[in-house]
């Protein structure tokens, strides 16, 4: 049996400075503050009650929030997991604080935190962003993780993601429409390396970019450009916490009855961006100190 | 009424023709289309040339339009002198070097250098460029001038140009379905400002981009967009001082008699709606 995801929900990321964290999150990225308490900062991008956390916590304590259907599926991906000698910890206090019916979480073999989340809440308002970006909601998350082959197993595996395209050994992950939701990228530690949002265009896209001072500073990371593989304009900028965040538009669109193949793209630069753009994310072009070269999913390591 | 079928080809003196072949070809992404004694013709699209440098005085500039027929030019040349624009019947040799059947050259009331054309010469191959840079074709010219006011009369009076937007003073004119083929741009000199080659796609911008920064060329303005013809474009320096565009998406305008111009200010965001600054003299105030 698979666990299937409903939805990509949110991001949690633990910040020494949360007052810089807000101030970046409805400065920059026009985000609306949903809900304030003393140790979390929980920010709305759509109609999900909330898509960012930020929390006073250790900078490094990050994850990512899957919604599943019922208690069920969380009950069965327990003992699923658990035959892969992974725990999965039913968490009722943070439940309440994350405003769902049921949480359980897990960390995977490369170190990334899921949180499982069931009945999640929609917000009956409409979004108001803080500032015209023109963001149309939580589009991706990039992944660091320090076992791509494992977590990328894991997740086809257990939770029936689709693996839609690869660029050297990082896997690009699907579940609906979208070309991918995830993104695990080989790394020396795991975390969240960048947190993406549709915008409505290529527009909103560039005038970010102009916004960025691109000539004077060093806030952007990558782009504007074109990914070959999912054929999203982007443009990648520094936020707080060594956190990335993005802006993607347009992009190809999936049957998820009928999905394409996956491809393997190159490992580098031009994989990422057919623009040619700068790229100043280590992850990305091949800089990173990955642990070892990992070995692939059913390619045994030599 | 002087009726402009199409802007045809721009032919440029240069005192360094090999550099300025090698720009044309490696950064611009041109063809050649034929090398002869002290100049080159270059290709971007179907016609067996848009572009010709020349040994000479790089301020020598010469933009050149077509005509539908010969009764249209000697018409056209008539109306000229009359206005009291002395006119230059082309001999046949320097029709030969123009690859056109006949054409008459005169100058506008700024001093810019204007040849009409009947019959320039199609090619029966196929443009295909030194780089893929995308290049759908030479699209339009921007033109110095002393009184944007009274050039404006000119070419809509004179000629069949139409107003599609303005800039401050600067009048985008359009002389078919294209948001413009000529733009005046207040200045104190005469010459062309700008020279503009479409591209296939906003990718195509945004690549060469990249691709223009890295050959250590100076992007003078972009990659943006414009409020007023909606087109992508990209500006850059080129030899003598010239500024080539690339550009995208222009916007057609069909209906003629519902269209209504519309007024830009003539500063930054009249000129693009991503925030890109211009460093183009002209573009500034």
Known sequence: MQIAIEQLRYVVLGTRDPEAARRFAVAELGLQVANESADEIALRSDERQYSVVFAKDDARRQAVGLEVRDDAVLLAASAILESRGIALVRDPALASRRNVRALAAFTTHGGVRVELVVRPQHQAWRFFPARDTGITGLAAVSLRSTDVAADEMLFAEVFGMRIADWIGDAAYLGFDGAHHRLALHPASRAGVLAVEFGVEGINQVMQQFYRLRPEESEAIAHGPGRRPVSDQVFLTFRGPDEVLYAFVAEGRQVDPAAPPRPRQFADGPASHCSWGSECRVPELDGRAAAPARPSLRGVPRP | ?285
């Not at chain 2, 040849?115 to 110095?144: K, N």
């Not at chain 2, 001038?145 to 003073?169: K, L, P, Q, Y």
């Not at chain 2, 080659?197 to 050959?215: A, G, M, N, P």
């Not at chain 2, 250590?216 to 414009?226: A, L, Q, S």
């Open chain 2, 1 to 285: 009424m002087i009726h402009l079928r199409d802007v045809s080809y721009v032919r440029l003196g240069t005192r360094d023709l090999e550099g300025a072949t090698r720009y044309a070809t490696a950064i611009l992404g041109l063809e050649i289309s034929e090398r002869s004694r002290g100049a080159v013709h270059f290709k971007s699209d179907q016609r067996e040339h848009t572009l010709c440098y020349f040994e000479g005085d790089p301020a020598d500039q010469v933009v050149a339009f077509e005509v539908d027929s010969r009764v249209e030019l000697d018409a056209a040349g008539a109306e000229l002198e009359r206005l009291g624009h002395p006119v230059h019947r082309g001999t046949a040799d320097e029709a030969a070097l123009r690859k056109v059947r006949d054409f008459v050259a005169f100058r506008d009331p700024t001093g810019n250098r204007i040849e009409l054309v009947w019959r320039p010469q199609m090619g029966a191959r196929r443009y295909r460029g030194e780089r893929d840079a995308g290049i759908t074709g030479f699209s339009h010219v921007g033109l110095c001038t002393t009184d944007a006011v009274r050039d404006e009369a000119f070419w809509t009076t004179v000629c069949n140009a139409r107003v599609s937007d303005r800039i401050g003073d600067a009048p985008l004119l359009r002389i078919d379905e294209i948001h413009h083929k000529i733009a005046l741009f207040p200045t104190n000199r005469a010459g062309i400002q700008h020279i503009n080659h479409q591209v296939e796609t906003s990718d195509d911008v945004q690549r060469s981009f990249h691709f223009i920064r890295e050959q250590g060329i100076p992007v003078v303005f972009g990659p943006g967009r414009h409020p007023t013809s909606s087109a992508r474009f990209l500006y850059f320096e080129g030899p003598d001082g010239m500024v080539y565009e690339y550009s995208s998406g222009v916007r057609s305008i069909a209906d003629e008699l519902m269209y209504r111009e519309r007024q830009f200010e003539f500063a930054p965001p009249g000129f693009c709606e991503w925030g890109a600054k211009p460093g183009i003299k002209e573009f500034k105030s």
